[in-house]
């Protein structure tokens, strides 16, 4: 087998959503905690929305990065001015095409711990190390910018910031996000930022990366209508890499196009027209 599987172990929170899944079969009573899956169902509208695209027979292909509609929608529901919006089949394929497109044998990843668990493989699969930097339990295990730089080397190339994050909840402020761009920005580092939650704050507001327009050359914003909308099992996730296309460097939205055309398939077309309207 090829020695780069060998180093990636298996997502830890998909073994033990089926490991619940089975107790749950075998008439335990179980509370399952391990998959991010919202406890509610999806907005009516977008149900509609599939069922019509199903009856109206829209089950074909749909161009590889989304078909213009959903783009448009998405970048209307997001307030994503600028940028070229890939749509995927969830979060995860952009958040690993963006990786790939980065990173490569002898790269750094660095990743705010704890962290979702598949990142670390993320960054492995792409042949790169992930350089795990833990947060300050005292401050809701936030990791700051000056933190991130301690961890920074000659071979880091990105940073991977999740927030609000999985799994303390924790949500950044903008001060410290504003320290983190300076930091990204002073060592010329891509900051792939994965906001699949931001619907999910209850107190004060979330401030997305895109609000900060220094960053925007090497930015790539993951989103995506699984939890937004409890709609994880369609596989709806858009991305906006906000340098121009074509630029050239590692993550140009040509590169991740291409990536993404190899690494996966299409969106299922009905998925894409159940955006719902904004909450
Ligand atoms: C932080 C984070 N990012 C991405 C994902 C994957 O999202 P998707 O189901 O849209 O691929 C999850 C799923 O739990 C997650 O917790």
């Known amino acids: 087998m090829k020695p780069l599987y060998r180093q990636v172990q298996p997502s830890v929170t998909m073994g033990l959503d089926q490991q619940a899944r089975a107790l749950a079969a075998a008439g335990k009573d179980v509370v399952n905690l391990t998959a991010g899956q919202v406890d509610l169902p999806m ?29 448009a929608a998405v970048r209307q529901r997001m307030g994503w001015e600028e940028g070229e919006v890939l749509i995927s089949a969830g979060a995860k394929p952009l958040l690993n095409a963006a990786v790939a497109c ?4 002898g790269d750094e990843v660095i990743l ?53 994050v999985n799994p303390t909840g924790a949500v950044y402020g903008p001060e410290v996000l504003r320290k983190i761009v300076d930091v990204c ?69 040509d590169h991740g196009r291409r990536v993404r055309s190899c690494y996966e398939s299409r969106l299922p077309l009905p998925s894409g027209q159940a955006l719902p309207d904004p909450l």
């Open 43 to 71: 907005p009516e509208q977008g149900k509609r929305a599939v069922v019509a695209a199903l009856e109206a027979d829209r089950t074909g292909y749909v161009p590889a990065t989304g078909s213009a509609d959903v783009k």
């Open 102 to 105: 980065i990173c490569g044998p």
């Open 112 to 164: 705010p711990a704890p962290c979702y668990t598949s990142y670390p493989e993320m960054v492995r699969l792409a042949g790169g190390t992930p350089v795990m930097v833990p947060g300050d339990p005292k401050h809701d295990f936030i990791v700051t910018g000056e933190a991130v730089e301690q961890h920074i080397t000659d071979r880091t190339k990105a940073l991977l910031l999740n927030h609000p």
């Open 185 to 253: 920005v002073a060592h010329d580092l891509y900051l792939i930022a994965d906001e699949v939650y931001s619907s999910f704050v209850y107190e004060g507001e979330f401030v997305s990366l895109y609000r900060f327009p220094e960053i925007r050359d090497r930015l790539i914003l993951v989103n995506a209508a699984s939890k937004t909308y409890a709609m994880a099992g369609l596989r709806l996730g858009y991305a906006v890499p906000l340098f121009p296309v074509g630029a050239g460097g590692p993550g140009g939205a």
